[in-house]
């Protein structure tokens, strides 16, 4: 399949599409909203399905070819946001707190990019390993910390409390969810997993697409912000995930990931949280400006990522591969 055919799939699809109606309804100023209440309820059955299906294919997987892969997975939560925090200080002239809030958003994970990738993969034919959502759970929350205590070391007080964060990461409802549905899928096998599929697998697609939708509205209303971002933030928030992106991808080949496998690992790498992240920052780093990290990481990263890192990672993969 050509590059050219690969963004063609990935632009007209209906997770895409979704994204972009929401996105449209915004600026047009469409009375088009969701309940706080449906947008918990998605998140936490899309996170839930996930990890439970995660589960199953890891009770199934080669010990060998998962070590591998969550290796290389918290290998990358654990560097990524070291030279992150190091540019934004020394280049960008951020201040210690915003230096490392961005770098904990680049650093952790976006389950929603995932998720998109998880479909793209599939529907180019090229389906990524069943375990890769154990690669999600272990990669979200290294880089948090991480983070946090390069911002303790390089405060001038060292008075970043990174302990008081660490509780809240860890009990976050993504983490709960993923960890706990990879647990559950992992000690029921396939054959426990069989009398809830209908639940969990037939309506993932059609959730996914009105979560995107939402995500499309609250991506919009950040463009705002893009004022307040700067160039320099502006240029980070595109180039670093793709640089991410590109590492990830030939890190997942020497591990022995698919083509599929390696694309989504490259995605995890370019992803930018927005979930556990700022609820890490908001307790850990006060005086860090969400008009920085939330702009950088929802408006300008995720809609990149979705509409144009999936294609060129997946096509960067195929050519590590040797294909065209």
């Known amino acids: 399949m050509s590059t050219l055919e690969i963004v063609r799939l990935n632009l007209l699809s209906p997770m895409v599409l979704s994204f972009a109606l929401g996105a449209a309804a915004q600026w047009v100023r469409s009375d088009l909203k969701f309940p706080d209440q449906i947008y918990t309820v998605m998140s936490i059955y899309l996170l ?12 199934d997987a080669p010990f060998a070819a998962v070590a591998g892969a969550m290796a290389a997975g918290i290998g990358l939560g654990v560097a990524i946001p070291f030279w992150s925090f190091h540019i934004l200080r020394r280049l960008g002239r951020f201040g210690v707190a915003d230096a490392a809030a961005i770098a904990a958003h680049y650093g952790s994970v976006s ?19 069943g375990f890769m959502p154990a690669v999600l759970a272990v990669m979200e929350v290294p880089a948090i910390v991480v983070a946090l205590m390069l911002a303790k070391i ?9 302990r008081a964060a660490l509780p809240e990461v860890l009990a976050g409802k993504s983490i709960v969810l993923l960890a706990g549905g990879l647990v559950i899928g992992f000690l029921t096998g396939a054959s426990g997993y069989r009398a809830v599929e209908p639940f969990f ?5 059609g959730v996914l697409c009105l979560f995107l939708l939402d995500m499309g509205m609250v991506a919009a209303r950040r463009f705002a912000d893009f004022r307040r971002v700067g160039p320099f933030l502006a240029g980070f928030a595109i180039v670093m995930p793709l640089l991410h992106g590109a590492l990830g991808v030939w890190i997942g080949g020497v591990a022995g990931l698919s083509v599929g496998g390696a694309t989504v690992l490259g995605v995890l790498a370019a992803s930018a949280s927005y979930i556990a992240a700022p609820a890490a920052v908001r307790i850990a780093l006060p005086d860090a400006s969400p008009g920085y990290y939330l702009t950088a990481s929802l408006a300008i990263t995720f809609p990149f990522n979705l509409l144009a890192g999936l294609p060129l990672y997946a096509a960067f993969a195929q050519y590590l591969a040797g294909g065209r």
């Open 48 to 59: 839930f399905a996930l990890g439970l299906k995660g589960g199953v294919a890891l009770s």
């Open 111 to 129: 389950a929603v990019t995932f998720i998109a990738a998880i479909a793209y993969t599939q529907g180019i034919g090229r389906p990524a390993e």
């Open 154 to 162: 390089a405060a001038p007080g060292g008075g970043t409390d990174w």
């Open 201 to 205: 697998a037939a309506p993932f697609q």
